[in-house]
């Protein structure tokens, strides 16, 4: 886990054991979602109380962005019910985790950093991708045309080749949701077996990358990304896990 060459909070390079679970194959999709807005009532996903990624001035370019994943009543937007999820935080995903393993009868939460690594890495240890060492922009959506930014978006669930669990887009897409708080030291004393995170934190951590990143850093299997946990984005969202 983590990675011998790049970010500082990646260091040191570590192997942890990781107990059976089971994950999403796909990143939840707007319609998984609106099963959950449906049933009950929950809020829709809305361009809310901006997020502090918008400081500076950003707050037209976000909206003008957010646009398109806007739900309009309590159904998705026209033409992304596959879509991955957006605009969605924190609390919001651990909510539809929560009817779910209500509905199911069975636990469904967001993966932990260590679960989500294990899963995006595919079986393969080392590789910077889950497909290799190079970034491909035929194997994940992100911007490889930062000119493009206005036109681009996301793509379906599964519209690019599986990893080596079979597991779509742990690269590129959307970034996703993860149970841990942040900790940028948290590799030099994490626990060897099940590490789930410090206990307490002021940040939360979103993993693989997305449409909208055009530094592929941050596509990485090992890239960790810190964001307040109030935070939400047309570029966010997550998949889920059963333990066992």
């Known amino acids: ?7 500082e909070d990646e260091r040191p390079l570590h192997r942890v054991y990781v107990s059976a679970f089971s994950i999403g ?3 939840v999709s707007q319609e998984e979602y609106g099963r959950f807005v449906s049933a009950t009532g929950y809020p829709a996903p809305a361009v809310r109380q901006l997020p502090l990624v918008t400081a500076g001035g950003r707050a037209r370019i976000f909206r003008e962005r957010a646009a398109p994943y806007v739900w309009e009543g309590d159904g998705p937007p026209p033409g992304r019910a596959a879509h991955p999820i957006a605009l969605v935080r ?9 009817w779910l393993s209500e509905s199911l009868g069975r636990t469904v939460r967001l993966p932990t950093e260590a679960e989500w690594e294990k899963a995006a890495r595919g079986g393969v240890e080392g590789l910077r991708y889950p497909w290799g060492n190079e970034i491909d922009a035929g194997l994940c959506n992100f911007l490889a045309d930062p000119a493009a930014k206005a036109r ?5 669930v ?8 079979g597991l779509h887009d742990v690269a590129g ?11 940028s030291d948290y590799y030099s004393s994490s626990e060897p077996r099940d590490p789930n995170g410090p206990p307490a934190g002021t940040m939360r951590v979103v993993r693989g990358g997305s449409w909208v990143n055009d530094e592929i850093e ?3 299997c090992g890239y960790r990304h810190p964001v307040p946990p109030d935070t939400y984005a047309y570029s966010i969202g997550f998949r889920i896990v059963c333990p066992g």
Do not use: H
């Open 152 to 156: 681009s978006g996301t793509r379906p």
């Open 218 to 220: 941050m596509l990485r």
């Open 173 to 183: 897409n959307v970034w996703e949701w993860v149970s841990d708080w942040y900790s």
């Open 90 to 98: 924190f609390d919001d995903a651990v909510a539809y985790c929560q």
């Open 25 to 27: 194959r796909f990143a």
């Open 158 to 165: 599964g519209s690019y080749p599986p990893n080596g669990y």
């Open 1 to 7: 886990m983590g990675s011998a060459d790049a970010q």
